[in-house]
């Protein structure tokens, strides 16, 4: 488990994707081509801005989604396959090899099969993730579920999780919160070669706290980062202020 702080959002995502990058171009060199998981939110504005400016061969990279909320069209400003499409897969100098997006439109359970098998036949090199005000991991709210080996679920969306997407700007009022989402797994994104989380800002800073400093426990879904062997934290000094 390797902490880095900065002093701003800007030099936080930048270090974040150096290192990914870096990782990425290892996996490309050894093997000819790569895959990445992407998560979306506020936490990831600064780190995909500095990502997707990196000079990598695109092409040879394949791209997988984190999590989608059911229900939502793609047009709503919630929306993250909207969010991967504007911040990230449509910015690049080149296109992707691939990018499987999750569509919670339609059948939630037939799309957490039909991606799942694409992942389980991909080994992920780098995945971009972050944490939530309740210490998710992705949309696996606490408890969550640190058994299953199924690639993606469906879940129930909790109160803290729903408020801070609300809180966040995406939506405007409680209600309109979608209560489920498809979400990888927990031991989906631990089967990554390397995570990269990247977490800004003091509303996570309690958080923060739990996940790296208490102990490991469902009750705090990303406190399991602390038992990957290559996981590395970026934080900016706000949510890295009760360390």
Not at 8 to 35: F, H, I, P, V, Y
Not at 77 to 91: E, G, H, I, N, T
Not at 103 to 130: H, K, M, N, T, Y
Not at 171 to 189: C, E, G, K, L, Y
Request: with cysteine; glycine share 6%; net charge negative.
């Amino acid at each position: 488990m390797n902490v880095n702080i900065f002093g701003s959002k800007t030099e936080m995502g930048s270090a974040a994707s150096e290192l990914g990058s870096s990782r990425l171009q290892d996996a490309l060199t050894a093997n000819g081509s790569a895959a990445i998981i992407v998560a979306t939110g506020a936490s990831q504005f600064e780190m995909l801005e500095s990502l997707r400016q990196r000079d990598l061969p695109w092409p040879q990279i394949t791209g997988f989604h984190l999590d989608e909320y059911i229900g939502l069209p793609i047009s709503h400003d919630a929306s993250f396959r909207k969010y991967l499409w504007q911040r990230f897969v449509s910015q690049l100098p080149l296109p992707l090899k691939e990018f499987h997006f999750l569509d919670g439109e339609g059948d939630a359970g037939f799309e957490c099969s039909r991606v799942g098998a694409l992942i389980e036949r991909q080994s992920i090199d780098v995945a971009f993730v972050g944490i939530g005000e309740n210490g998710h991991l992705a949309f696996n709210d606490p408890p969550a579920d640190f058994e299953t080996n199924e690639p993606y679920l469906v879940v129930d969306l909790d109160e803290a999780c729903r408020q801070q997407q609300l809180g966040e700007g995406w939506f405007p009022n409680f209600d309109s919160v979608p209560n489920q989402a498809i979400s990888m797994s927990i031991r989906q994104i631990m089967a990554s070669k390397t995570i990269i989380c990247t977490v800004p800002d003091t509303r996570k800073s309690e958080a923060v706290k739990n996940s790296l400093k208490g102990e490991v426990t469902p009750a705090v879904p990303a406190s399991i980062l602390q038992t990957h062997p290559d996981c590395h934290f970026f934080f900016d000094q706000e949510a890295a202020s009760l360390l």
